[in-house]
């Protein structure tokens, strides 16, 4: 049963249809552009990575409008979303590549993440890849 369970997981993820109209888009209220984000975002991360005092945190985006509608697995997201690709280290010391995040701010904070330490998994990793393909910075290793 549990070899099916990724199988299952797999299939459900390509039946959520993320795909966003521009009514959807123009109906929420994402509030003035933050000022602040990168701040915040480092905030966070410095209390979720192994190592983050040397990690290499890439700003990819500028904050951009972003509007994801709620699926089964996931609820609606929408406010400014910046794209960030991490470099973390393991517990060994190496770092082991780069991974892309997706933040999601309102009013200054953060209201939503995709990807990263605290959402590692497949469902997590997806969103934060197509998020920041729809930001501008396509995750393409």
């Known amino acids: 049963m549990k070899r099916w ?19 959807e888009m123009q109906t929420a ?16 991360l410095s209390l979720r990575l192994t190592d983050p005092k040397d990690a290499v ?10 509007y994801q509608r709620g699926t089964p697995v996931r609820g609606e997201q929408y406010g400014w979303g910046v794209c960030v690709w991490v470099n973390d280290k ?9 991974y892309p995040m997706s933040f999601v701010l309102r ?6 993440v995709n990807g990263g330490p605290d959402d590692f998994n497949i469902i997590g990793a997806r969103y934060a890849r197509e998020q920041c393909e729809r930001l501008g910075a396509p995750f393409n290793q």
């Open 57 to 66: 945190v890439e700003f990819r985006t500028e904050p951009k409008q972003l």
């Open 90 to 98: 393991n517990k060994q010391g190496a770092y082991d590549g780069f």
């Open 5 to 23: 369970l990724p199988v299952a997981l797999a299939l459900g993820l390509a039946a959520c249809d993320t795909t966003v109209t521009k009514e």
């Open 29 to 44: 209220d994402y509030g003035p552009s933050p000022v602040h984000y990168q701040d915040e975002i480092k905030s966070y």
């Open 107 to 112: 009013n200054e904070k953060i209201v939503a």
